[in-house]
């Protein structure tokens, strides 16, 4: 992490005067150095932000609570570099302007609590804590609102805000395609503030285990145990077994319904054309194999080849997507099996 002193001049691609004082702050910071330190020494992406002075949001627009934190460049955290040049060429231009660092690698992955309009995020923060999931810190910010920023080497994880129960937890993981603004950038006056850190190499120092803050914070529903089966009673049929025994290859509800042509019969074996096909065989249904249908070319969706399938089966590929719950229900409906029975 990065103090807030400024570089030795030979770090800095090229020399500029010294920034003049401005109204309405209370210590002029060379912002220019510190961004290059983030970039050059650190290897974290960084680019400006808006800045606030007296009159409002450098912008000079009405942005509310985003005053001061929104992108100075065109495409925002996706313009964020490491290239001293570019990094150099921008504060030159805009020295007062706040810095943005890009999360997520080669960024850092970062924590934000947020306490503004009493939010949880100390709330939360004491429960991770508590937990034992904050090991792993490389550097704490103080937020100009009373929050806080962890930063923790990037792990590849993706942003989000948990939330328990549908409310907000204070808690913004700022992970790949977010930003942060970093010290010394100041909200009217208000700085961030580096309040502790340790040397990315520390034997202490690793990412976050998100996965685990997430389940902790909003853990996944629980899983309902599976409904016991049935017992069939003596004499049940279900409705797919029925439709096995009752219905023929030729039915609508099976191949004769799908365009499938019969060719013809060889021993106990029938001989079937698949739709669109002018000559020659596709499938075979009975013979060696029962009762099954018998696929044996790559051209008749939704069967595979040289799978075989039953007509209950056929059935459900043909109307219900595979879904055999639903094909079972719909037999039942229509008359198949006994009162009551599933397959």
Known sequence: MISESSVATESKVTQRPAAAPQSGLDLVVDMESIALQYAVFAGWPVFPVHWTDEHGCSCRKDCGRDAGKHPRTPHGVLDATTDAAQVAAWWQ??????????????????????????????????????????????????????????????????????????????????????????????????????????????????????????????????????????????????????????????????????????????????????????GGKSALTGGDRGDLFSVFTSEAPPFDKDVSYSKFAVYTLLHHGGDFSAAARELRRIGYGSVGAVS
Request: glycine share 14%; charged share 20%; with cysteine.
């Open 93 to 278: 231009e805009w020295p007062l302007a706040n810095i943005g660092i890009a999360t997520g690698a080669p960024g850092p992955d970062v924590l934000d609590f947020d306490v503004k309009n009493g939010g949880l995020g100390m709330e939360t923060y004491q429960r991770l804590r508590a937990a034992g999931l904050l090991r792993g810190v490389q550097a704490t910010v103080t937020t100009p609102s009373g929050g806080c920023h962890l930063y923790f080497p990037a792990g590849g994880h993706r942003s989000g805000a948990p939330k328990a129960d549908g409310k907000a937890l204070g808690l913004d993981i700022q992970c790949q395609g977010k930003y942060v603004l970093a010290p010394p950038s100041r909200i009217f006056g208000r700085k961030y503030r580096l309040t502790g850190k340790r040397h990315r190499q520390h034997p202490a120092v690793h990412a976050a285990d998100i996965p685990a803050i997430l389940q902790l914070l909003s853990p996944a529903p629980p899983v309902p145990a599976p409904r016991p089966a049935r017992e069939r009673q003596p004499g049940e049929i279900s409705p797919g077994d029925d439709f096995e025994a009752r219905a023929d290859w030729a039915d609508q509800m099976l191949l004769g319904g799908a365009g499938w042509t019969f060719v013809r019969q060889r021993g106990a074996a029938l001989q079937w054309r698949r739709p669109g096909k002018d």
